[in-house]
């Protein structure tokens, strides 16, 4: 018998994707080949709430992947009645949401309102660690749930044809960007299989600014031995995600973040039926969650991840699979060196 303590955490915080709940019966993905079960999804997140409250170690805060609310709610003049229905959901708990930004989002409102909706979770910055990108409107900045551990939210649709207007800078280049690979009259259709698949209109990219940002965040983590988790809706590995989800430039991000030894996860949602991987390069865990849209009512689609000085332990639930995110050998290597530099 193990007569050993159990170890407590550091400390948790729960994580859910692609919620993308509306008012309307069920139906089935763009290609028609997976249901979507629009109403009961608000069931699945009252199922993830009611777990959070009642565990015994709770959540220290909840991140929510993007895609809140369904892009069908604007055909239907409900976007804003749809997200006070979510909204509701999540005030019910005492922790703070951090909100990711999703294609969803964008078919909902236009930049400038999810800038001042409750989709933005910037207030919950640290103030104490250095500012977001010098572009006032990309949506990205970071947080510090524990010493020693940063969280940073990325804007992956900060260069995309959703969100911007079309007379802007931004997207004529983001136009640009995707018609040099995507010639079809329809920009959800991808142009080809493979990677080159990604460049539709239901993704978007990273700016040089926000990569640069990005840069400056990780230097500084470096520096002090800090563990970061990068969080977007889109991902960026190619073996965690079908191509077709994966950033426009998620080679510009992926290489930035094995450029540096502080980064120990990347987590998004998008891709429904979820994905997992290790970078064989730099040890970095890749979690693309499974969401919640495609989840059967009699299932469910959340996860709580607890943080502890070598590892974060996630423990699933319905279709989330538990895993064990080890801090790998790179960053434990990379520990050692500065505890023994003069």
Known sequence: MDHCPKQTPLFTFGIIADIQYADIDDGYNYTRTTKRYYRSSLQLLKNAQKSWSESAVKPDFILQLGDIIDGFNKSHDASERALDTVMREFSSSPVKVHHVWGNHEFYNFSRSA??????????????????????????????????????VVLDAYDVSLLGREESSEQYRNAMNMIKLHNKNDDLNCPPVSGALGRFTMFNGGFSKDQLDWLDSVLSAADEKHDRVTVVSH?????????????????????????????????????????????????????????????????????????????????????????????????QQDADRRAVHTP
Request: hydrophobic share 35%; charged share 15%.
């Open 114 to 151: 999810l800038l001042r909706s409750r989709l933005n979770s910037r207030l919950h910055a640290d103030s104490s660690l250095s500012g977001a990108p010098a572009c006032s409107d990309v949506y990205a900045y970071q947080f510090s749930p524990f010493p020693g551990f940063t969280f």
């Open 234 to 330: 889109l991902p960026i590995h190619p073996d965690s995600s079908d191509s077709i989800c994966l950033a426009w430039n998620f080679n510009e991000l992926l290489a930035i973040i094995r450029s540096h030894s502080s980064v120990v996860c990347y987590m998004a949602g998008h891709t429904h039926t979820g994905g997992y991987c290790q970078d064989k390069d730099t040890g970095v865990h890749h979690l693309t969650l499974e969401g919640v849209i495609e989840t059967p009512p009699d299932s469910d689609a959340f996860g709580t991840v607890s943080v502890y000085s070598d590892r974060m332990v996630l423990k699933g639930n319905g279709r989330v699979v538990d895993r064990v995110f080890l801090f790998s050998q790179y």
